[in-house]
């Protein structure tokens, strides 16, 4: 899932519960787009859980996974007109997004980055569509808990912090192609990338992390989940 997608530079000194509370989408839209690509989920479209879905805006494929009950795309979201990282995203009826050094090759191997105004397409309530196709729509923090308790039944809902045993790992893509330490399994079918972050403009920690928004609001936050490279666990922060 880039702006805060699916790959991220590997930077000293990253703190990150500094980097990710405080996540007010009007402050992210002032510092020109720290965003998360994401992950959507459920269909109501008529289509078998694990074959492609065709975005007809753009024609982009992608693949689908079925995890527990429930059905997910197993790639980010890359869609829209690319920003440069110090351009802020506004609610023009433009979808817009970041790619890592302001270049589409990145988008395209990792998915857009997105401020999560812009995911939401301006909504705030949970379950919105957003930017996703027709028939999907941006996960609830709900809607992630469960994907995390079913292949980790030991992570904790509503934590905050990292939690679980080996639930990150299940949901990485295995192997070194995008992970700076390669311990993920895929286990999952998830295939979870480590997309990084835009930050006013610069681009952080691809290839160590990779963040996806949810479409909550708790406390007047966005919780997002993250998956890094020094972390079997999932992480859940405000």
């Known amino acids: 899932l880039p702006q805060l ?3 991220g530079y590997k930077e000293g000194d990253f703190n990150m519960d500094s980097q ?8 992210w839209k002032v510092n020109a787009g720290r965003g998360f690509s994401f992950i959507v989920r459920h269909p109501s479209i008529d289509f078998n859980c694990g074959e492609q879905i ?21 790639e980010n979201l890359n869609v829209g007109n690319l920003l440069e990282g110090y351009t802020g995203m506004t609610d023009n009826n433009v979808i817009e997004k970041y790619c890592f050094y302001d270049s589409e090759g990145y988008c395209d191997e990792y998915g857009g980055l997105y401020q999560w105004d812009e995911v939401m397409q301006y909504s ?3 379950g919105a569509k957003g930017i996703c196709p027709s028939g999907w729509h941006v996960p609830t923090d709900e809607e992630y808990c469960t994907l995390a308790t079913a292949v ?3 992570v904790i809902c509503g934590a905050m ?17 995008h992970w ?9 079918g998830f295939t979870g990338l480590p997309g990084g972050y835009s930050d006013n403009g610069a681009y952080n920690f691809l290839g160590f992390m990779g963040h996806w928004w949810t479409s909550s609001t708790v406390n007047g936050n966005h919780p997002l989940w993250i998956h890094e490279t020094n ?5 859940q922060w405000l």
């Open 180 to 188: 700076l330490n390669p311990i993920g399994t895929n286990e999952s």
């Open 161 to 177: 912090d990292w939690t679980g045993i080996d639930a990150g790992i299940k949901l990485m893509e295995a192997g070194s192609v």
């Open 54 to 74: 065709r975005d007809i805006r753009d024609g982009q494929q992608y693949n689908t996974v079925e995890i527990g009950d429930q059905c997910w795309m197993a």
């Open 124 to 126: 705030v309530n949970p």
């Open 5 to 7: 997608g699916q790959t």
């Open 20 to 27: 990710v509370n405080d996540n007010d989408p009007l402050k």
């Open 152 to 154: 980790d039944p030991t």
């Open 231 to 235: 972390h079997d666990t999932d992480g």
